[in-house]
Structures are given as structure tokens and as C-alpha cells.
T-cell receptor, first 109, second 115 residues
Framework: DAKTTQPNSMESNEEEPVHLPCNHSTISGTDYIHWYRQLPSQGPEYVIHGLTSNVNNRMASLAIAEDRKSSTLILHRATLRDAAVYYC??????????FGTGTSLTVIP | NAGVTQTPKFQVLKTGQSMTLQCAQDMNHEYMSWYRQDPGMGLRLIHY???????DQGEVPNGYNVSRSTTEDFPLRLLSAAPSQTSVYFCASSRLPPYSNQPQHFGDGTRLSIL
């Protein structure tokens, strides 16, 4: 049952880096780690995903622990537009995509 | 570049009424899903489809029906609306299953209230 554990909320000052942690101690060897975010009153938006190596794209970086039991989403310079709920997602039993409750990120001007 | 289009955006129903939430995608994606999101909660999977003619149940399927007659469309039917179905409904599509290395694309949601 590959569920994830994330802090309920985090705060960051604008233009500072943000590190959003996720624990997934029951991850299987072939499961991708996905991150989505949801801005207020919008549908979820894909952020990044990875398998074993650290990943970078224009939105964020994903650092994956060597044992794959945890990962960290890194926003390099938080802006007010990054205020959202961030979901770390794995495949659940029965091949479902389990969202959980995510981390609500507040960006302070 | 429409992506995933959901209609209507808002709907109010009375208990016992039926309705269909529409979802269409123009990306030729095989995999489509319906989620519901209750206040303060994450998304929960209702039904999903891996291609035209193939559907399956997710975590919370009771009270909902789906069909997939074309690749583009994946409607969600409420058979007899109940207040417990008051929620925001999201449709999503992807080229491969969402747990693979392909991202899901989400619609803007349908906000449904059952009185």
C-alpha cells in the first residue's frame, strides 16, 4: 500500500528556496514518484516526476533519496504564484493514483 | 489548445435528480479518469478508462456510472443525486496510466451542489 506522508502546511518567504518533503517508505522498485500542485479553485497541475535520479525542469527540481524512501520537491525561488497545495503521489494498491491531502504552501511577501 | 474540457462548470441539483457531467479531451489520450474532491481533502478516484469500451472502478464508484464510446469523451453519470455527492469533480487524461512516466492533464472541474 504505497501511501505517502507529507507535512500538512509549510511557509516560505518570497524569492527564497522551498524544500517540500515526502516520505514513501513502502515504495516499490518500479514506481515513479510524481508531484502535482493545485492552485485555489483550479484542477491539479503536473509539476515533475522521477524514478531514481534527481530531476530538473523549468518549474522545479526533484531530489530522490538513494533508498527511494523519501523525496524532496525544490522550488528554487518561491513566488506568490507558487502558493498552492502540493501532492506527492505514488501508485497505490490496485494501480490507483492516490493523492492524499498534500502540503499547503503559503508564500509570504 | 483545449486540453481537457469539462462541462458544466457549476450545477445545482435536487436530491433524486440525475445528470451527466461531460469530459472531452483533444490529445488522443487513451487513459481517462474521474475524481471527486471534498472540502479540505485530496482527490479520490471514482472511475477510470484505459481506452474506448473499457472502464473500471476506482476508490469511490458507488452512485456513479461511466461509459467510453470514443477516445475523446468520458461522461460521468449520477443516477440519483444525493447530498453526499456534493463535491468538485475533476476529469483527467494521460497517454499512459498516471502512475507511469506520463503526466495527467486535468480539467478545471465541475462544482456540483445537491440540495
Amino acid at each position: 500500500d504505497a501511501k505517502t506522508t507529507q507535512p500538512n502546511s509549510m511557509e516560505s518567504n518570497e524569492e527564497e528556496p522551498v524544500h517540500l518533503p515526502c516520505n514513501h517508505s513502502t515504495i516499490s522498485g518500479t514506481d515513479y514518484i510524481h508531484w502535482y500542485r493545485q492552485l485555489p479553485s483550479q484542477g491539479p497541475e503536473y509539476v515533475i516526476h522521477g524514478l531514481t535520479s534527481n530531476v530538473n525542469n523549468r518549474m522545479a527540481s526533484l531530489a530522490i533519496a538513494e533508498d527511494r524512501k523519501s523525496s524532496t520537491l525544490i522550488l528554487h525561488r518561491a513566488t506568490l504564484r507558487d502558493a498552492a497545495v502540493y501532492y506527492c503521489i505514488l501508485r497505490d494498491t490496485g494501480n490507483q493514483f492516490y493523492f492524499g491531502t498534500g502540503t499547503s504552501l503559503t508564500v509570504i511577501p | 489548445n483545449a486540453g481537457v474540457t469539462q462541462t458544466p462548470k457549476f450545477q445545482v441539483l435536487k436530491t433524486g435528480q440525475s445528470m451527466t457531467l461531460q469530459c472531452a479531451q483533444d490529445m488522443n489520450h487513451e487513459y481517462m479518469s474521474w475524481y471527486r474532491q471534498d472540502p479540505g481533502m485530496g482527490l479520490r478516484l471514482i472511475h477510470y478508462s484505459v481506452g474506448a469500451g473499457i472502464t473500471d472502478q476506482g476508490e469511490v464508484p458507488n452512485g456513479y456510472n461511466v461509459s467510453r464510446s470514443t477516445t475523446e469523451d468520458f461522461p460521468l453519470r449520477l443516477l440519483s443525486a444525493a447530498p453526499s455527492q456534493t463535491s468538485v469533480y475533476f476529469c483527467a487524461s494521460s497517454r499512459l496510466p498516471p502512475y507511469s512516466n506520463q503526466p495527467q492533464h486535468f480539467g478545471d472541474g465541475t462544482r456540483l451542489s445537491i440540495l
